[in-house]
């Protein structure tokens, strides 16, 4: 598979690269990016660098695609969307996104989680896909949800936020619900 370059009517979604270090860095050290996620903000860049350098060697092995989010019209970085790819028995992916809070509310992660299931779908040729989320984190909820996700769980306790404890909702999708 030739290095995936993803376009949407608005976006351009290309594979994550060192060259992306600083508007990642920049991304991943918001406070809000990361209200309702696990890995924390980064010290410093060299922290941000590690991440990078683990998604290329991802990259490389096939076992996760990490893409930054790029405006079509300006080539602006919006932010990034994962797909992961689990074991591949099951044909098994999940997917994350982070967004510039720039950027929230404009339907960017609708579109650029539209192209990702399309592409693991489709390109990858996967069974299913899925997204874990807060579950208070109405943003995502409503993302996942307008792109035709079903929630099928509710874990209890499972996200250490800074915050403390969180329920997670877990959604998912099969390739036969996929409508793009």
């Not at 598979?1 to 060259?19: D, E, G, H």
């Not at 309702?36 to 290329?56: C, I, Q, R, S």
């Not at 919006?78 to 790819?85: D, E, H, N, T, Y």
């Not at 099951?90 to 929230?104: G, T, V």
Request: charged share 25%.
């Amino acid at each position: 598979m030739k290095t995936p370059v993803l376009f949407t009517n608005r976006l351009q979604l290309k594979i994550v690269a060192l060259s992306d270090l600083s508007k990642t860095h920049e991304l991943l050290s918001i406070p809000e990016v990361d209200q309702y996620n696990a890995l924390g903000l980064p010290t410093n860049k060299e922290v941000t660098t590690v991440y990078l350098d683990e998604w290329m060697e991802n990259y490389r092995m096939r076992k996760e695609f990490v893409f930054t989010i790029n405006s079509q019209s300006d080539n602006e970085f919006l932010g990034l969307i994962s797909l992961r790819i689990g074991n591949p028995k099951y044909n098994i992916a999940s997917i994350w996104y982070k967004l510039h809070p720039d950027f929230w509310g404009r339907g960017y992660a609708t579109e650029a989680t539209k192209a990702i299931l399309q592409f693991g779908f489709k390109e990858v040729g996967l069974h299913r896909i899925e997204a874990g989320c807060a579950v208070d984190n109405v943003g995502s909820i409503k993302v996942l949800e307008k792109v035709g996700m079903i929630r099928e769980g509710h874990k209890r306790k499972v996200l250490p936020l800074k915050t403390g404890w969180s329920d997670n909702y877990e959604f998912a999708m099969l390739e036969e619900d996929w409508k793009p």
